[in-house]
């Protein structure tokens, strides 16, 4: 007798018949158990349980606050600012052209699409913006050698803020996500900021030593 034809013969036997709709219920063999999976919430619980056990939450708040105060104290810096090295004048237009109608809440339209709106004829905005690297002594002095905080703006591109207002006692601001620089395309600091309607005005000045301004 063949015994692997015999074989291959009865694989083929079978295959056919449960492709006709011949196959047979073959019962339950063995013991059946519901399918039971742990609670995601219980299973969340059971391991902040033991982290708490191990010090590991307490770390982790104590990373997420170093974290915050490092950023606090020293933001991201402006990417791509170099020194100037020449003194550089230029102004900017922050008028802009509407898309669509403006209407008040009445439904009236006030400003119609198309129009030219110059933002300076309706601010009262009058202070100096003086833009520095807050790392560079010679920048920060130039900052603090003239205006008060009355009618003008410290801007810090990079630096600390904080570190540099309790050592001064003078607000120090920061250029975060560098709006200021890329609104009025400054490349270089320190760089001053300031009204010269309908337009303003931008400097990008050269230091010497102890921040005096390079003739």
Known sequence: MNIPRLFQTAAFVALTSAGQGTAKDLGTHGPLFEVEEPSLLDTIKNRLTEMEAAGELDQMRQEMQDTTRAYVNRPRPVPGLGKAEEYSIWEVDLSITLTEDLVDHQGIVFARAGTV??????SRFNKRIVLIDGDDP??????????????????????????????????????????????????????VVQRADP???????ALGKNGEVRQ
């Open 117 to 122: 709106v110059n933002p300076m004829a309706y």
């Open 138 to 191: 010679d920048q920060v002095s130039f900052a603090l050698s003239d205006g008060d905080e009355l009618n003008t703006l410290l801007v810090l591109v990079n630096g600390d803020p904080l570190g540099l207002m309790r050592e001064h006692g003078r607000r120090f601001y920061f250029d975060q996500d560098a709006v200021l620089v890329n609104r009025f395309g400054i490349q270089n600091v320190p760089a």
């Open 199 to 205: 337009l303003m005005q931008v400097e990008e000045i």
